[in-house]
């Protein structure tokens, strides 16, 4: 069975202190892995795709690494607008259809 | 563009009642799904539409119904209202067929008592 599994379940950070969410997966044929960030009371918003090992991606202070068991995203500096839940999800199998499977997420609260 | 919005927001039903949550994009985009969120859970796919005429099953669709008779609209239908559908449903569009990138709109909450 496909599962995603992200942690920790909550983060406190103070503004400037780096740190990084983990999301660790099993799928039977990695497609895609996908960070989005979802504020309180809002839907979900996209950050990054991650297509394999060792694929980077950045966009502004985060930064998502891939390797073949897991999702890290990497926060530098953050600053208190950086807080909200951070949701990672991979796209498994091959085929027709939606197979994106979705970790519960981590919440992250960053005070100046 | 106003991306995809959902209505009602807020909505409470009583046990048996039956409703149509509403969906649309304004996006052009061909694949569009229904999710519920649950507290401690993962965002779990109810149904997907890869096209206009074509839906198919997600993970739970039990206990609801799709239908998608343009490209812009993709309504969701409780058809007997349980405690067990209390959640929040977010509708989400894509313009790849991977459905990778998605696009979420705000969300409804919805109660049953």
């Known amino acids: 069975e496909d599962q995603v599994t992200q942690s920790p379940e909550a983060l406190r950070l103070q503004e400037g202190e780096s740190s990084s969410l983990n999301c660790s997966y099993t799928v039977s044929g990695l497609r895609g892995l996908f960070w989005y960030r979802q504020d309180p009371g809002k839907g979900p918003e996209f950050l990054f795709t991650?297509?394999?090992a060792g694929e980077e991606k950045e966009k502004e202070r985060l930064k998502a690494t891939l390797t073949k068991k897991e999702s890290f995203l990497h926060i530098t500096a953050p600053k208190p607008e950086d807080s909200a839940t951070y949701l990672c999800a991979v796209q498994a199998g091959f085929g027709y259809g939606n197979k994106l499977v979705f970790g519960a997420g981590t919440i992250l609260r960053v005070k100046s | 563009n106003a991306g995809v919005t959902q209505t009602p927001k807020f909505q409470v039903l009583k046990t048996g009642q039956s409703m149509t949550l509403q969906c649309a994009q304004d996006?052009?985009?061909?694949?569009m799904s229904w999710y519920r969120q649950d507290p401690g859970m993962g965002l779990r796919l109810i149904h997907y539409s890869v096209g206009a005429g074509i839906t198919d099953q997600g993970e739970v669709p039990n206990g609801y119904n799709v239908s998608r008779s343009t490209t812009e609209d993709f309504p969701l239908r409780l058809l007997s209202a349980a405690p067990s559908q209390t959640s929040v449903y977010f509708c989400?569009?894509?313009?790849?067929?991977?459905?990778?990138?998605?696009?979420f709109g705000p969300g409804t909450r919805l109660t049953v008592t």
């Open positions: 989400a569009s894509s313009v790849n067929r991977d459905f990778g990138e998605q696009y």
């Open positions: 996006m052009n985009h061909e694949y």
């Open positions: 991650l297509y394999s």
